[in-house]
Antibody, heavy 121, light 110 residues
Framework: EVQLLESGGGLVKPGGSLRLSCAAS????????MSWVRQAPGKGLEWVSS????????HYADSVKGRLTISRDNSKNTLYLQMNSLRAEDTAVYYC??????????????WGQGTLVTVSS | QSALTQPASVSGSPGQSITISCTGT?????????VSWYQQHPGKAPKLMIY???NRPSGVSNRFSGSKSGNTASLTISGLQAEDEADYHC??????????FGGGTKLTVL
């Protein structure tokens, strides 16, 4: 059974940093591209960032480029999102997602339960 | 990248069919057969219902179907059931090698 377990969310002040983690199990982690998708309170889904299976290729939404960094450790079956220079508009539930392909992300076949990030003074 | 356009809400009675539209551009919906649909119940994570415009993952009811014409994709749910009441989100691959979502549609089963 595929499981994606996010952690690391919490309350942070504007301008602060946070690192999210996603522990994966039940599938070949090193064979799947992974992504982060977020959902602000009462809003729709927003794609944030994706990383290829080998970690060589990354993509970011314009709204987070230069502030958020996606990475992965295939030896630990873990996906990360380093979040710097956080803003109020980054407040959201962050979902870890898996895609069936290795490089190109076109859809998300499994989702974690999400971790809440709140940016407020 | 602008979000795809979905109606804010749709409704239908049990047993009826409803269709949710998802409109983009030639750089996303119209340019690729990579439209997907997700169902999200309150407080829960989204669940993949349709991928690559019209394919259903294993375990998803055949009451759910997807299609596309030009820059607009559609999700149809036939034989509406109370458990179908949820938010539905569409997404598409884009020419920038990114993914864009719609704003979401709240389905109410009357």
């Amino acid at each position: 059974e595929v499981q994606l377990l996010e952690s690391g969310g919490g309350l942070v002040k504007p301008g602060g940093s946070l690192r999210l983690s996603c522990a994966a199990s039940g599938f070949t982690f090193s064979g799947s591209a992974m992504s982060w998708v977020r959902q602000a309170p009462g809003k729709g889904l927003e794609w944030v960032s994706s990383i290829s299976a080998a970690g060589v290729s990354t993509h970011y939404a314009d709204s987070v480029k230069g502030r958020l960094t996606i990475s992965r450790d295939n030896s630990k079956n873990t996906l990360y999102l380093q979040m710097n220079s956080l803003r109020a508009e980054d407040t959201a539930v962050y979902y870890c997602t898996k895609s069936p392909g290795m490089v190109v992300v076109v859809y998300f076949d499994y989702w974690g339960q999400g971790t809440l990030v709140t940016v407020s003074s | 990248q602008s979000a795809l356009t979905q109606p804010a809400s749709v409704s239908g009675s049990p047993g009826q069919s409803i269709t949710i539209s998802c409109t983009g551009t030639s750089s996303d919906v119209g340019g690729y057969n990579y439209v997907s649909w997700y169902q999200q119940h309150p407080g829960k994570a989204p669940k993949l219902m349709i991928y690559d415009v019209s394919n259903r993952p294993s375990g998803v009811s055949n009451r759910f179907s997807g299609s596309k014409s030009g820059n607009t994709a559609s999700l149809t749910i036939s034989g509406l059931q109370a458990e179908d009441e949820a938010d539905y989100h569409c997404s598409s691959y884009t020419s920038s090698s990114t993914v864009v979502f719609g704003g979401g549609t709240k389905l109410t089963v009357l």
